[in-house]
C-alpha cells in the first residue's frame, strides 16, 4: 500500500511494501492496512455495498454456447478484456453462478479495474457468502481502493469461516472490530500455521505483473528501472490509474520531471519512446526472449500493491 500512500500525502520517495512482510507474511495484509489510528472503528458493509457492476455495451460473446469455458481460456491466454467480455455473457446468462462472478472480478483486479472487481466479487458474495476466495479477494480490492474499514471487514469474515482459523474469530467481534483486532488475530493465525507461510499460491497475468516488476524495482529505490515496466503495463491497459500514480512517483523520484507532463497527460507514446523495455529482457531471467510477455510461472510468488496473507492460496481459473 505505500506507494498508494505516498499519492495521497506520503513521503515523496519512501519505499513502497513492508520490510517485515517477510517475517510474517499471514499478517502482512493487515499490516498494510494499519495507516490509520487502530481506535478506527470498522462499519459494517450491507449486503450489496460496493457498487453497480457495469457491462459492456457490445459483447459479442452473448450467445455463445458456452461463455464460462471460453473466458477461462482467454484468460489464461492473458486476453483479460476479452476473457472479462465472455464472462460478462457468464453471468448474463446465468446471474447466480458464484464462480462466474468470481472469475470476472478476478479478471478485473488482474486488469487493475479494482472498482470493476469489487462490483463483481459483491455479486459472487451475494450468491456464495462463505467463499474464502471471494472474501479475500474483496478485502484485497478494497485494500487497494483504500477502504480500510470494508476491507477489514472482509478479511475478518475470511477468518470467521476459514476452517483453520474460524475459532479465533469469535462472532461478538463482528459488529465493533478495530484495526488492532484484526492484526492481533492475523498475527495469531500466522503463529498457528507457520507451515503455511510459503501457501500463496497467486496466479498474476500481464499487466498485473508488469506493475509487479515495476514495483519490485521501486522497492529497491531503482526508480528509474522501475518506469518502462509501468509504461508496458499502462500500453496494455491505460485506464488502469494506479500505475499512473505509481509511473508519476516513479518520474519524480528519479528526477525526471521533464516527463511528468507526459504522464500527467497520458501521453503513452511519447513515454514508450522515452523508456523502452525491449534493452533490459536480457539481464532479467523472467524475461522469454524474444517475446513481450513476461514469463512468469504460476506458482511463482506475486503481490500486487500489498501483501497478501500467505497462507491464502487464490486459484484464478482451474
Given at each position: 500500500m ?18 517485515s ?6 499478517g502482512?495484509l493487515?499490516?498494510a492496512l494499519?495507516?490509520s489510528?487502530?481506535?478506527t472503528q470498522?462499519s459494517?458493509?450491507h449486503?450489496?455495498?460496493g ?10 460473446y452473448?450467445?455463445h454456447p458456452?461463455p ?16 472479462a ?8 446468462k446465468?446471474?447466480?453462478n ?8 478476478v479478471?478485473?483486479?488482474e486488469?487493475d479495474?479494482?472498482?470493476?472487481a469489487i462490483?463483481a ?18 478485502g ?6 483504500l ?12 477468518l470467521r469461516?476459514h476452517?483453520?482459523y474460524?475459532?479465533i474469530?469469535r462472532?461478538e467481534?463482528?459488529d465493533s ?9 492475523f ?6 500455521n507457520?507451515?503455511d507461510a510459503?501457501?500463496?499460491d497467486?496466479?498474476p497475468n ?5 506493475a ?6 521501486a ?5 528509474q528501472e522501475s518506469?518502462?515496466?509501468y509504461?508496458?503495463?499502462?500500453s496494455m491497459?491505460p ?11 516513479s ?7 521533464d516527463?511528468?507532463?507526459?504522464c ?6 511519447l ?11 536480457r539481464t532479467n531471467?523472467?524475461w522469454?526472449?524474444?517475446g ?9 510468488n ?5 501483501q ?10 482451474r
Amino acid at each position: 500500500m505505500a506507494m498508494r500512500d505516498l499519492v495521497n500525502g506520503g513521503a515523496a520517495c519512501a519505499v513502497p511494501g513492508s520490510s517485515s512482510s517477510s517475517s510474517n507474511p499471514l499478517g502482512a495484509l493487515t499490516n498494510a492496512l494499519l495507516g490509520s489510528s487502530s481506535k478506527t472503528q470498522v462499519s459494517i458493509p450491507h449486503r450489496g455495498a460496493g457498487g453497480v457492476y457495469v457491462f459492456s455495451d457490445m459483447n459479442p460473446y452473448v450467445g455463445h454456447p458456452d461463455p464460462m469455458k471460453e473466458g477461462q481460456e482467454l484468460f489464461r491466454k492473458g486476453l483479460l478484456s476479452e476473457a472479462a467480455l465472455a464472462l460478462e455473457a457468464e453471468v448474463m446468462k446465468n446471474p447466480e453462478n458464484a464462480e462466474g462472478w468470481r472469475l470476472l472480478g478476478v479478471t478485473h483486479a488482474e486488469n487493475d479495474d479494482d472498482q470493476q472487481a469489487i462490483a463483481a466479487m459483491m455479486r459472487a458474495h451475494e450468491a456464495d457468502p462463505s467463499n474464502l476466495e471471494v472474501l479475500l479477494a474483496l478485502g484485497v480490492s478494497h485494500t487497494n481502493e483504500l477502504e480500510q474499514a470494508t476491507a477489514l471487514k472482509y478479511l475478518y469474515g475470511w477468518l470467521r469461516n476459514h476452517p483453520k482459523y474460524g475459532a479465533i474469530a469469535r462472532p461478538e467481534l463482528a459488529d465493533s472490530l478495530y484495526h488492532a483486532d484484526i492484526a492481533r488475530l492475523f498475527t495469531e493465525a500466522s503463529q498457528m500455521n507457520p507451515e503455511d507461510a510459503d501457501a500463496l499460491d497467486l496466479k498474476p497475468n500481464y499487466v498485473r505483473a508488469w506493475a509487479n516488476m515495476g514495483i519490485s524495482y521501486a522497492n529497491q529505490g531503482l526508480y528509474q528501472e522501475s518506469i518502462p515496466y509501468y509504461v508496458r503495463a499502462l500500453s496494455m491497459n491505460p485506464k488502469a490509474d494506479t500505475a499512473w500514480q505509481y509511473l508519476r512517483i516513479s518520474l519524480s523520484c528519479a528526477s525526471r520531471q521533464d516527463m511528468i507532463e507526459a504522464c500527467e497527460s497520458r501521453n503513452l507514446d511519447l513515454l514508450q519512446k522515452e523508456f523502452p523495455l525491449s534493452n533490459r529482457r536480457r539481464t532479467n531471467p523472467n524475461w522469454e526472449s524474444p517475446g513481450d510477455k513476461p514469463v512468469i510461472p504460476w506458482e511463482k510468488n506475486m503481490v500486487h500493491r500489498n501483501q497478501v496473507p500467505a497462507a491464502i492460496r487464490t486459484e484464478d481459473v482451474r
